[in-house]
């Protein structure tokens, strides 16, 4: 009864209930209120505390809560949790949530809500888990849902939202706004609306701005305009998000192979993408897994990286095996053992360089055939710039540590290839694996990194035995 007492009371002043710290996060007093009235079972006061609270907000919340305590929430927050929640929580996070949730209480939430949230936290759940919830809704929002989830993943098709405001040509002005006023079937938000023929073939679109402009008996077909950058539901949504960056879109069709209109994408769903498409590539530069999550358990998180450990240490072992063909070498000039690893390394780094800034033009459509001998020769120029001028650090460096002129010489010819090969590496590499049709960001670190390595050792250690030149 005290830990109850305790909540009311933080409750009632405001002051005590500060939801973000300084930093932006969710404070540390806000969730010990939350983790005390959730162990008190106290509905009212978590109600108080997290009912009222922005979806984007109350998923910061849940995932800051311990697994149990994240279920409790739910269950105590009853018909005041709005679905919409679940499209701002990891994916591991949802599922979980998901899971304690029966099937008829999951189609009750997801009917309030977008067709597009609908289908984002449907797409992700098993296939008996899907039915089971489709069966649950009213024919026409499991079929819309049906249609929407029979695209392929990552597509506009899936993004899209199926509520959309369409009108014959023939319409007037007055016409259209009256339907506006009286129909309960819009969609919440909307920024266009679309004329179409007895096909439901996509003519044109009418910007509101225009519509309210316009008299009441100009008929829709004289103001409509062209539809620009309409979207193919099969169409990839990376591709999509680039269509939007490029041409500054607010909203675009969303049309089937025959072109009628089955949809409607928004920026706000486009953002996510971005966002979506963003860590992905950043994951997989690192060989993390394209969806890699913090709340990921261990042996999801081991699952996900371990394979591509296992290839770096496929090519750790090839260039050790470099390093074994001029053991002779290395034992005769100690020197070599402790400055080989900076060789490798700044080829590693330099090369690093390149391939994410290659990557992420080859991701934005930045790089093409109209630019790749530009861009290739300038990688390679870069290359061999930071070549000599480290080589010349270096050199001098290594020279007075060791007191032997041959051996900065040595590291500084050595630094010069590396770089080079790291710069051409860096560029070259992403441009072949996206030529395969092979993911650059997947691949591209592995391969320069093996380049890097065995070049760096091979022209170090090669030079060294070639020159072979004792203190």
């Given at each position: ?6 909540v009311?009371a ?11 710290d ?5 404070s540390k ?7 005390t ?5 106290d ?26 305590d ?10 005041a ?33 977008d ?25 026409s929002d ?8 029979d ?22 002005v ?11 079937a819009?969609p ?10 007895p ?13 309210l402009r316009?008299k ?6 004289g103001?409509?305009g062209?539809?620009?950058?309409a ?12 269509t939007?960056?490029?041409?500054n ?11 009628r ?19 992905e ?14 709340s990921d ?28 063909l001029?053991d ?11 400055l080989m ?12 360089q ?31 710039i ?20 041959q051996?900065?010489?040595?590291i ?6 590396n ?6 590496a860096?560029?070259l ?26 070049v ?16």
């Amino acid at each position: 009864m005290a830990e109850t007492d305790s909540v009311d009371a933080a409750v009632a002043d405001p002051a005590e209930t500060v939801f973000r710290d300084e930093d932006g996060y969710v404070s540390k007093e806000f969730v010990g209120l939350v983790e005390t009235a959730l162990e008190a079972d106290d509905r009212e006061a978590t109600l108080e505390l997290a009912g009222d609270l922005h979806e984007a907000d109350l998923g910061d919340l849940i995932e800051t809560l311990h697994p149990e305590d994240q279920a409790n929430l739910v269950r105590l927050l009853g018909d005041a949790f709005d679905f919409a929640v679940l499209t701002e929580l990891d994916d591991s996070v949802r599922a979980r949530l998901l899971e304690e949730m029966p099937a008829g209480n999951v189609a009750e939430g997801i009917s309030e809500l977008d067709s597009d949230d609908a289908v984002y936290i449907l797409e992700d759940l098993p296939q008996e888990d899907q039915e089971a919830i489709l069966q649950e809704l009213k024919q026409s929002d499991r079929l819309q849902l049906r249609r929407a989830l029979d695209y392929p993943e990552e597509s506009a098709g899936r993004r899209m939202q199926s509520d959309f405001v369409a009108v014959p040509p023939f319409w007037t002005v007055g016409q259209t706004i009256d339907y506006l006023r009286e129909s309960d079937a819009l969609p919440d938000d909307f920024y266009q609306i679309y004329v179409i023929d007895p096909g439901f073939r996509l003519m044109g679109t009418v910007a509101l701005d225009k519509l309210l402009r316009t008299k009441r008996n100009e008929p829709v077909s004289g103001i409509m305009g062209e539809t620009v950058h309409a979207i193919k539901a099969t169409e990839d949504q990376e591709e999509v998000a680039t269509t939007f960056e490029r041409y500054n879109l607010i909203s675009a069709a969303v049309v089937d192979d025959s072109d009628r209109l089955v949809g409607v994408l928004t920026v706000d769903d486009i953002v996510d993408v971005i966002q979506a498409e963003a860590e992905e590539d950043i994951f997989a530069l690192a060989g993390v897994g394209g969806d890699a999550e913090i709340s990921d358990s261990i042996v999801e998180t081991v699952r996900g990286r371990f394979v591509w450990l296992l290839v770096n240490l496929g090519t750790a072992v090839l260039a050790s095996m470099v390093i074994g063909l001029f053991d002779a070498t290395i034992q005769q000039m100690v020197a070599l053992a402790v400055l080989m690893p900076i060789v490798a390394s700044m080829g590693g780094n330099a090369g690093t360089q390149t391939m994410t800034v290659a990557v992420r033009a080859l991701a934005t459509r930045d790089l093409g055939s109209f630019n790749t001998v530009r861009i290739i020769l300038r990688e390679t120029a870069v290359g061999l710039i930071n070549g000599v001028l480290f080589a010349v650090l270096m050199g001098l460096i290594a020279a007075f540590w060791f007191h032997n002129e041959q051996i900065g010489g040595l590291i500084a010819a050595a630094m010069i290839i590396n770089m080079l090969a790291a710069g051409m590496a860096g560029i070259l590499i992403p441009l072949a694996l996206d030529k395969l049709d092979i993911d650059p960001a997947v691949a591209s670190s592995v391969f320069v990194t093996t380049v890097t390595d065995v070049v760096g050792f091979f022209a170090f250690l090669g030079l060294a035995a070639w020159w072979f030149v004792l203190p």
